[in-house]
């Protein structure tokens, strides 16, 4: 696609469900990023993907979080258990280089709200 | 541990004026790239400038420039000629490159445009 696609664009929960967050990359990108933004706060790095290669999962705050790429395309972020401590926007980017010049294309995010 | 600081948490400017956001970083290498990164209220984090520390030059992209201070870790963004459209938070960041792939975010400062 033209970017980064991101759904759903708002999600409520009940405290204690399991949400499931979807990012599809631009096409041909190999390297694949989630964030998540607290509000008021900056980016805090959760997992990347690189091609075929085993994911960076050290940004991971908890077991309940884990995410899944296919190949080179898209990626979906689970929570389980939700807490309100959760509530947060989810960003993911993708790159089309490893390392290069570190420049991210964002999604317009995932709002999560847990109540 | 790169560490990215914004000690701006709000700014104002009014339309048409110019504005500078600030930005200091805390590293150990000598190479790696600084990009100063746009979030309006659509959450989409658009890319503004980017600076490679090994160019002494600063980057400019149009109303847009940096002042980027290496000895002093330092990379502050000159808005000239402010518009409404460029309200939004701003975000500062890191990128050492090579096997760190991770950019490090600032907390971000929130641009308000007066007409």
């Known amino acids: 696609g033209a970017g980064v696609s991101q759904s759903p664009s708002n999600k409520v929960t009940e405290k204690g469900k399991d949400v499931e967050l979807r990012c599809d990359p631009i096409?041909?990108?190999?390297?694949l990023y989630w964030y998540r933004q607290r509000l008021g706060q900056g980016l805090e790095f959760l997992i990347y993907?690189?091609?075929?290669?085993?994911?960076?999962k050290s940004g991971l705050p908890s077991d309940r979080f884990s995410a899944e790429r296919t190949g080179e395309s898209v990626s979906t972020l689970t929570i389980q258990r939700t807490q309100q401590e959760d509530s947060a926007v989810y960003l993911c980017?993708?790159?089309?280089?490893?390392?290069?010049?570190?420049?991210?294309?964002f999604g317009e995010g995932s709002r999560l709200t847990v109540l | 541990a790169q560490t990215v600081t914004q000690s701006q948490p709000e700014m104002s400017v009014q339309e048409a004026e110019t504005v500078t956001l600030s930005c200091t970083y805390d590293t150990s290498e000598s190479d790696y790239y600084l990009f100063w990164y746009k979030q309006p209220p659509s959450r989409q984090m658009i890319l503004v400038i980017r600076?490679?520390?090994?160019?002494?030059q600063n980057a400019t992209e149009n109303r847009f420039s940096v002042n980027f201070q290496k000895a002093a870790k330092s990379f502050s963004l000159k808005i000239s000629d402010s518009q409404l459209g460029d309200a939004a938070m701003y975000f500062c960041a890191y990128y050492s490159g090579g096997s760190n792939y991770k950019l490090t975010f600032g907390k971000g400062t929130l641009l308000t445009v007066n007409p």
């Open positions: 096409s041909g990108h190999t390297a």
């Open positions: 600076q490679e520390a090994y160019k002494q």
């Open positions: 980017a993708s790159s089309s280089l490893t390392g290069g010049t570190g420049e991210l294309f």
């Open positions: 993907f690189q091609g075929n290669s085993a994911p960076d």
